[in-house]
């Protein structure tokens, strides 16, 4: 095999392992990403759900008050 052939071997190699290097980093980069989205929308469905349970104990509160409210007047208190 001549020196040029040498060469031009080891340029395909490396070409591949760079090919390959390069690939990699784009899955780990969509990874990373996909993580990123998943951790900002589980952020976000914690938002609503403490939003949810706060307007849902307001509305149980209210209820509530209503409810003592109209037993009191039903015995005239």
Do not use: C, H, P
């Not at 990699?24 to 980069?29: H, Q, R, W």
């Not at 990123?36 to 589980?42: D, F, M, P, R, V």
């Amino acid at each position: 095999m001549g020196a040029g052939t040498s060469d031009k071997v080891e340029g395909k190699a490396k070409q591949a392992l760079g090919s390959a290097q390069r690939n990699l980093g784009k899955v780990t980069g969509q990874a990373e990403g996909t993580a990123k989205q998943a951790e900002g929308k589980a952020k976000e469905d914690i938002g609503t759900t403490k939003n949810v349970v706060k307007e849902t104990y307001n509305n149980v509160e209210k209820s509530t008050e209503k409810a003592i409210d109209n037993v009191k007047s039903l015995f005239g208190n």
